[in-house]
């Protein structure tokens, strides 16, 4: 099995930062990518931004020049430093990755999901 437990979620102020790891493990050979989705109260979940094992990235439009999305392959982890925070950007932000596990299966995996609560 894959683990992914994100932190770094909190209550920030419009325009404020922060800071959102998230750490894989478990019976892991290789992860391909990994990423960041959110969901809003009442939304869809939607993807904010995802790094490809050969730090190829893909952003929203909405987070462009405010989010940046980090990779350490060595730790399996993956960031994401958000900037400029505005209320809109309030939901749950939700890890992923694409891995390849050491029993030679593909899985798609998720973490529990950390709060991120911009006030105005």
């Known amino acids: 099995q894959v683990q992914l437990v994100e932190s770094g979620g909190g209550l920030v102020q419009a325009g404020g930062s922060l800071s959102l790891s998230c750490a894989a493990s478990g019976s892991i050979f290789r992860v391909v990518a990994m990423g960041w989705y959110r969901q809003a109260p009442g939304k869809e979940r939607e993807l904010v931004a995802s790094?490809?094992?050969?730090?190829?990235?893909n952003y929203a439009d909405s987070v462009k020049g405010r989010f940046t999305i980090s990779r350490d392959n060595a730790k399996n982890m993956v960031y994401l430093q958000v900037n400029i925070l505005k209320p809109e950007d309030t939901a749950v932000y939700y890890c992923?990755?694409?891995?390849?596990?050491?029993?030679?299966?593909?899985?798609?995996?998720w973490g529990q999901g950390t709060q991120v609560t911009v006030s105005s």
């Open positions: 790094l490809n094992s050969g730090g190829g990235t």
């Open positions: 992923n990755a694409y891995v390849y596990t050491d029993h030679q299966t593909w899985g798609n995996y």
